[in-house]
């Protein structure tokens, strides 16, 4: 009974043991950021990243901006301390944050500026902290005061009221009010905690009527929930007007301690003096480490920063190591349960990775550098070389060494029992009985089969090749240095592709007994009945190189490359990538297996392991943003206006730490342009065209994620004599000469119309005048006549009439126009003075009566001429019957013209030129010249012009007399 109780103790303290050893033993990778690395100091207090994706971290040895590749350490000589905490970004991009020496600093372009409006609170010897509940807003708590601060007016107001008595111990907000933690000493001279609340709309102050348990130390608001952290080991809640235990942290033992916590999405992470802890699974990270705080970055990496360590960068949760597992490991195989590693220093760890325990751990003679390791799953062994050969029976978990000959590079059969012995001369078959032991018999057949298809007489043919064999359930295959064999039922064959051998680095086994090969030219190809399916030429697989080690299960499909690991289905698409971004160094790989959804890495570091349903690729690219602006070599702030013919060059940079890996970076001038690619974090842009340009510039990562463009608009002014307010100023001068030149012109024009008009004028005149006494001749020739006849009385009417007219007429020698009613009275008595002269003339005068409501004008003595030839050379010699003329004044209203027909039914115009023939009277008569030349007269420079047609009239074939139509515009 004593054996068993001591049995079951024993086996109780073991299973305690194995348990605790299990507990955390798998830790994130990170990657420390120390002093060594550029940190100004490795006690850090805050760590923020801002829009742009700095990482800002506040020490004790003051600030630094970290961009994914190297940290600036910024500081000012008039700060008297440099520890500096409580870091926020608002919304202009600025940087605000507190010393310990109780300033409140702002960081802009790289400079840090001391906050003057909080300087009378200097000397309020309890440290600065700050809050930044709205963008216009800041909150600081000093010992005494909390305090107000409009970032848009930089008006600074103090709240009252506080803390008497009393001391402000630290303060947060939610969406409404600020959250102040006072304490303050009750009646019993203990302290004692008060909880204030200030309204941020109206400006008023509350109180939380809350019983606490214990001394509060911090007030946290996560979402909707009001945290108080200070109970030793837990987190109360205020809800309701209570105050209730929220969470208890067990994970916390008597020599830890809560610092404060990390509010991150939906997690909260608590900062102890032990790592930090989520609350959400109870991960613990940085165990050994003081952890101050939790951020994540817009990569989806987490950053923590310690109070002695510096900072540390997690770039996947998914990805993480081994604490134990440190040394180096050369080979790892797995079973359906177990993983079996294969150590530098020659041990084997049979390992069990679902309860995270060592099974067993054996010392392989103390021989090291495990060389090779071969599962069968049909014997359930492990095969292992280190200079001698050993097996590994999983069931008994007992080792034994084989007496085989050889120590190079071993070949298994996954389900026959064989064993290839393969060295630089002969391949060795060993048969297994059924207990498992090597038979001491080797099948001449296959010696003497395989011997003379390999010609092994020749060294040089696999005397550098690694791998034996991919082998599937009845075949070998062998990868040579310049071809790939299959042995099948003792034949040997080369697989081909395209008539050329294939060159493998590995292969591996598929589950449709295919076999996957990584090779020099395509990458991978898979090949099924021996002949080669056509490779897979994926450019996202050749980017990465060539695959050195390639393994399939559970429907995964990986390569080890240079570059990384890359995660593929059955059919050679890439999953998922893993790279030094991620975490993994591929250098640092020296094997991998895959246990259920599991990958694990056997490194020069020690054991990782990947969660393939969780692990996710990098999603985002890094930030790009603008360094720098110069302009001929000197460096512009804020300008986005340059001269024509300047010389710009944009320096660029993107943060992060995944997407800054690989990444390539583009960039375009306008948005309706191709992206371009650059090759150096900057561009000279010479000799620009004027206008205005949206320079934009971005990155794409390996995975192809695209980021979002930066941009920076700017314009090139154009040179003075393009520029609109020169152009403008240049037409309207050339305007002004324009204008002057045509003024001038017009006034040379006018001077010289005027003068043609006055030559025309006085031509019209001289006319007239001409005509005048050629009518006044013609006038007293009929007074003559009157004489002769001795007839007093025709002589008499006729001086009257005539004395009349010829008053008229010299009334109407200064005008260039008259009214047509003046006009038609004048020939009124013309008519009657050729009435009193011809005697035997009938003449009928037509006036349309609508000419007498019309304003109308016609020049002077124009009509009386055409009057005087048809009676003089028409009417006067015709011999026989009646002598008419007949005038007609009518108006034209779709013309706007007034018509005028003179007809008369004498001789017509042939006829009298005939009698003018025989009179021998050459050329015209005065009257129709003169005629002919007023009328171009007056005609000269009009669009609409008199005109005056001559027609002949007939009757039965005979001259019946002469028409004239005048056509006089209304414009005259």
Known sequence: MTLIRQYIIILTILTVAFSSWGQDVWEPVSFEFNIKDGLPSNTVYDIIQDSRGYIWIGTENGIAKFDGREFETLNDQHLDVNE???????????????????????????????????????????????????????????????????????????????????????????????????????????????????????????????????????????????????????????????????????????????????????????????????????QRILSKKTSTKVIKDFEGSHWVSTYNSGIFHIPNFHLVQHKEFSQAINRIVSSDQFLFLGMSDGQLVHYDPTHDSIVKQLNMENFKDIKDMNYNPHLQRIFINNRHTFQYDIRDKKISKLPLTSSATLGLSSNQNFLLDLNNV?????????????????????????????????????????????????????????????????????????????????????????????????????????????????????????????????????????????????????????????????????DFAIWNHYLFAATTQGLYKID????????????????????????????????????????????????????????????????????????????????????????????????????YAFYIRPPIWQRWWFILGACFLLALVLFIFYKRRLSAIEKENQYEQEIRSNKLSALRSRMNPHFIFNSLNSIQDFIIKMDKLGANEYLGIFSDLMRIYLRHSELNRVELHEEIEALELYLKLEELRFGDIETHFHIDPKLEQMDLFIPPLFIQPYIENAFKHGLLHKREGDKKLEII??????????????????????????????????????????????LELLNHNRIQKISVEFTDLNENGKASGTKVTILVPDTV
Request: glycine share 6%; proline share 3%; aromatic share 8%.
């Open 84 to 282: 500096i905490s409580y870091l926020y970004e608002v919304p202009d991009g600025s940087i605000w944050a507190v010393t310990f020496g109780n300033r409140i600093i702002r960081i802009e372009n790289d400079s840090i500026h001391i906050v003057k409006a909080f300087e009378p609170f200097h000397n309020d010897r309890k440290y600065f902290s700050m809050i930044h509940p709205r963008d216009s807003l800041l909150f600081v708590k000093s010992k005494d005061n909390l305090i107000k601060y409009n970032l848009l007016t930089e008006d600074i107001h103090p709240i009252p009221h506080i803390v008497k008595p009393g001391f402000i111990n630290h303060i947060t907000h939610n969406q409404d009010s600020v959250i102040i933690l006072v304490h303050s000493k009750g009646a019993d001279k203990r302290k004692k905690s008060i909880i204030h609340t200030y309204d941020i709309d109206s400006g008023t102050l509350g109180i939380i009527d809350v019983k606490l348990p214990a001394l509060v130390t911090n007030v946290y608001q996560h979402q909707d929930q009001t945290l108080l952290m200070g109970i030793k080991m837990g987190i109360n809640m205020i809800q309701d007007g209570q105050s209730a235990l929220w969470d208890r942290i067990p994970e916390m033992d008597a020599t830890d301690r809560l610092l404060n916590l990390s509010d991150i999405d939906e997690d909260i992470w608590v900062n102890t003096f032990k790592g930090s802890i989520r609350l959400s699974d109870r």
């Open 426 to 590: 002969v391949i060795l078959v060993h048969f297994f009985d059924e207990p498992g032991n090597p038979s001491s018999t080797i099948s001449e057949e296959w010696k003497k089969n395989i011997s003379e298809s390999f010609s092994f007489n020749n060294k040089e043919i696999i005397y550098n090749t690694e791998n034996i064999l991919a082998h599937t359930d009845n075949n070998i295959w062998f990868l040579m240095n310049d071809k790939i064999l299959v042995k099948k039922e003792f034949g040997l064959d080369s697989i081909l592709y395209q008539g050329k051998n294939l060159i493998g680095l590995d292969a591996c086994q598929m589950s449709d007994d295919s076999v996957v090969i990584s090779n020099h030219d395509y990458g991978l190809s898979f090949i099924v009945d021996y002949k080669a399916h056509k490779p897979i030429q994926n450019p996202d697989i050749n980017r990465f190189g060539r695959i050195d080690k390639i393994k399939y299960k559970n429907d995964y499909i990986v390569g080890l490359t240079r570059f990384g690991m890359l995660i593929m289905d059955r059919n050679g698409k890439i999953l998922k990538t893993i790279d030094e971004s991620d975490g993994l160094d591929a250098s640092i790989v020296n």
């Open 612 to 711: 393939l349903k969780l692990f996710s690729d990098n999603e985002t690219a890094s930030k790009t943003y603008i360094n720098e602006i110069r302009m001929n070599g000197e460096v512009v702030s804020e300008s986005h206006s340059f001269k024509n013919g300047s010389n710009v060059e944009i320096s660029f940079n993107h943060t992060g730490m995944k997407g800054r890996k690989n990444s390539r970076i583009q960039f375009r001038m306008n948005e309706n342009e191709a992206w371009k690619p650059v090759s150096n974090n900057s561009i000279n842009l010479p000799n620009l065209s004027p206008g205005s340009y949206n320079f934009q510039v971005r990155t794409i990562n390996e995975e192809g994620i695209i980021g979002e463009p930066t941009s």
């Open 889 to 934: 004044f009518r108006y034209l209203e779709n013309d706007k013209t007034l018509l005028i027909e003179i007809t008369d039914n004498g001789i017509g115009q042939e006829e009298s030129l005939r009698i003018k023939q025989r009179s021998n009277v050459k050329g015209l008569s005065f009257s129709t010249k003169a005629n002919q030349t007023r």
